[in-house]
Structure formats: C-alpha cells, structure tokens
C-alpha cells in the first residue's frame, strides 16, 4: 500500500540520549517535511526537504538534523534530546498532483524526553 | 513570521451544519488548505483554494478571501464521524506551510 511510514510508533527515551525517527515514503514524492505537534500550537515546521540531496530548515530547527540521501528516506536526528522535545513528530511528503502541491502525512511518532 | 487564527473548539447538533473560520496574516500566498484530523491519527487532506470564492466537495465546502485574508470551512449534514480537530493552512510565498492550532469540532447526537 502507498504510503508513508514512521518508525517508532511511540518512544520513551531519557534526556540527554541521541534518538533518530525515521521516515520513509514509496509515492516517489520530491519534498520531505518534518513537523511538529503540540497542544495548542499546531503543527510546527522543523525541517523539510524539496529534493534529494537538499534540506532547509523550518520555524522550530533547533535541536534537530536531518538527511536526505535518496528520495524515498527522511530520518530526523535529536543529537542530545531534552524534556521540551516531548511531541508527537509527523513526518510528510507532497509532490504536484492536479496542480495543487498536497502534502500526505505519515501516521506520526509520539516522543516523549523525560 | 505567520499569523493564522481560528476557533479553538466548535459544537454542533448531528444533521446541522458548521462553519469554522480562519483569518490569516502572511508573508506571501500561495493558497489555502484545510486538513482533518481525527484523534491519534495524522491530519488528512480535505481542500485547497488558491482563488476567491467557494470550492464544494460533498458535504465539506471551503471559501477563501485573499483581500481579507479569510477562509471558512463549512460542514454540512454533520455525522458523529465529522468529530474531528480542522486544520487551516497558509502557503507562504516560500511554498511553505503555516498551520493554524485547529479547531476541536465536538458533534452531539
């Protein structure tokens, strides 16, 4: 089935430990995004990517990396992670469709840094 | 930076209909879009508007005023499965996303 997919589904981890949540999509889409979301404040841009190769950083950057080696993967990086990283991250993905550039939303992964 | 403000939570009667507003304030545009998303699940695409006036799709219609920087979103013949947080999104002239906090739409039997 088509789609995106994130890995882990739900994650625990201590402060301070390096985590990557990965993302991978098969709809062979060009761009990449990253978000973020918390009560109250919607879904927050981290990271995104418009093409293999290239990355750009979103409103929220700080703390984060990414890569984008090939079109399909997207994995997102939190070097030294701290209690105010506990969020749900959705990873997304949008190519031309119709003439409207859509973006599509993986099932998102719920972190939370104690 | 982004400004986009709508309604943090709406309740309606099953059968009635529900128009949920969104004003914007943003660096360029490059159109609207609503998303739906259901509790513990990912936002899904509903609609888009990129020009002035009403774009119907069903029961779900959405308009969109570029000169006053507004969108509504207008659920019609409400069912319970329309509980959901709707999602009003900017494109900016980077073709980037802003998302509103999403408005918390509670349908009573």
């Known amino acids: 089935i088509a789609g995106i997919t994130q890995a882990p589904t739900s994650q625990i981890l201590a402060a301070g430990r390096r985590m990557t949540l990965r993302c991978t999509q098969d709809?062979?889409?060009?761009?990449m995004y990253w978000y973020r979301q918390d009560l109250g404040l919607g879904l927050r841009l981290i990271h995104y990517?418009?093409?293999?190769?290239?990355?750009g950083k979103g409103e929220v950057p700080d703390g984060y990396s990414v890569s984008r080696a090939n079109t399909d993967d997207f994995p997102l990086t939190l070097a030294s992670a701290v209690p105010s990283q506990t969020s749900v991250y959705f990873c997304a993905s949008s190519d031309v469709d119709g003439g409207v550039d859509t973006q599509y939303f993986g099932p998102g992964t719920r972190l939370t840094v104690l | 930076g982004q400004n986009i403000d709508q309604p943090t939570e709406m309740t309606a009667t099953e059968g009635a209909i529900v128009q949920i507003n969104c004003t914007y304030q943003?660096?360029?545009?490059?159109?609207l879009f609503w998303y739906q998303q259901h509790a513990g699940e990912a936002p899904t695409f509903l609609s888009y508007n990129v020009l002035d006036g009403l774009e119907e799709k069903g029961r779900f219609s959405s308009f969109l005023s570029r000169s006053k920087g507004y969108s509504y979103l207008l659920l019609k013949e409400l069912q319970m499965k329309d509980s959901a947080s709707y999602l009003c999104?900017?494109?900016?002239?980077?073709?980037?996303?802003?998302f509103g906090a999403g408005t918390t739409v509670t349908v009573r039997a």
């Open positions: 943003t660096s360029g545009f490059n159109g």
């Open positions: 990517s418009n093409t293999a190769g290239t990355t």
């Open positions: 709809m062979r889409h060009n761009a």
């Open positions: 999104a900017v494109r900016d002239g980077d073709y980037k996303l802003s």
